[in-house]
Structures are given as C-alpha cells and as structure tokens.
C-alpha cells in the first residue's frame, strides 16, 4: 500500500476512536513557541476542558515534561530522527493517555515546514504557527502547510517592532495560497491574542459536540 494511502487509513481510524473529541494538529518550524504555546493554552483552559497535548521530536522528552509541568496531561512521541509524525505513532500513542471524555487532543507536530503538511493526523484542523522572527516570506516558500491550515498564528509579536516583518504582507500570502485562512497575531509572553486563540478552540470543541450530538 502507497505509504500516504496506509497514512490514510489510520488517520480515518484515529478519527473513529476519538470521537467527538477535537483534535488540533499544530505546525511550524522549530523554535517558534508550539509548546509555550501549549503551556499557556493549558492555564487558561485546563479548568474548562479536558484536554492532552501528544508532542514530537526527533529526540529527548523534554517538551512534554514542560507541559506537564502546567498541569496539562502530555506524551512525548520520540520520532528517532524523523521529520514529522505519521498516524501510526499517534494511534499508538492514545493507548497511553485518557481519552475518555476528551475535550480537546493537541498534536504537537515536529518543526517542520515541509513534511508535515503531507501527513494526516486524524485532526479536524491544522494551525500553522509562524514567528515572526522566522521572515514574512514563508507562506509562499512552503505553500502546502499553509495551503492545508485552517489557521495561521504570528508568534512572538512582542518582538515585532524590532524585526523587519510585516503582518500585512505575511497575511495577504497566506491568502494569496488559501484565501479561506484566518489569522491570529500572538504573543505567549506578553499574552496578545492568546485569549482571541483560547475562544477560537472553545468555538471548535462545541461545535464539534454540536454536530456530534445531532
């Protein structure tokens, strides 16, 4: 079986075996602040929802043990050098955590631009984080992840007015690529749009149960 075809088939199964459960793929390069992300999306919403982050890397368990520390249940998925998760690891991966009665499932994919964006997790929506810091080129350099994300979130704003990067431009090339992206510029240290970000999954996961429950 064509590899992305097997990919496929897990990823349906993944989907079957969660349920209602959201289940939110995020994506970027290394470095760009997924998992501080994932720290302060936990303190805000951990009393509101269930929810877990499964982590990959290449190597080392060190980003799980970070979210963990927030409070949030979390397991690393240790890839041994390679770049992105496939859905296999992930089916695995849930025999490991609790699911039952999962609100929101975070896939903390490898920093990656390139191989990720060919791999279905079984999520129901993939976000693109973008630092600032990285250059406002990137959406047209690796078009597919943005082509394939349903939301972009500009990281590190808090250092914006330092760095020669427009969050115009970025947009309008994320939109040149897929004109049905949204956009939200973030901050996880000084708190910008984190809450705008927390809403946005709190809208997701109830309407997830909405068409769930009809």
């Given amino acids: 079986m064509h590899l992305l075809k097997a990919n496929d088939f897990v990823a ?4 079957d075996k969660l349920g209602n459960t959201l289940v939110i793929n995020v994506c970027s390069s290394p470095g760009s602040g997924k998992t501080t992300l994932m720290q302060e999306t936990g303190k805000i919403l951990k009393d509101k929802l269930k929810m877990a982050v499964l982590v990959g890397d290449c190597e080392t368990e060190r980003d799980a043990v970070r979210i963990r520390e927030a409070g949030i249940e979390s397991l690393q998925i240790v890839t041994g050098g390679m770049c992105h998760i496939e859905a296999q690891m992930v089916y695995q ?3 490991y955590i609790d699911i039952k009665g999962l609100d929101l499932l975070f896939i903390e994919n490898v ?3 390139v191989c990720p964006a060919a791999f279905d997790l079984g999520e129901d929506f993939r976000v693109t984080l973008l630092a600032c810091t990285e250059g406002d080129d990137k959406p047209k350099k ?4 943005f082509l394939t994300s349903e939301l972009m979130l500009v990281s590190k704003s808090d250092i914006l007015q330092y760095l020669p990067f427009s969050v115009e431009a970025v947009t309008q090339d ?3 690529i897929n004109p049905d992206i949204e956009v939200i510029t973030i901050s996880s240290l000084n708190g910008e749009g984190i809450q705008e970000w927390c809403d946005w999954l709190l809208a997701k996961v109830e309407e997830k ?4 429950v009809a």
């Fill in 12 to 15: 349906k199964a993944i989907k």
């Fill in 93 to 95: 991966a849930l025999d």
């Fill in 111 to 113: 920093g990656n631009l």
């Fill in 142 to 145: 690796y078009p597919r992840m």
């Fill in 174 to 176: 994320a939109r040149d």
């Fill in 209 to 212: 149960k909405a068409v769930a």
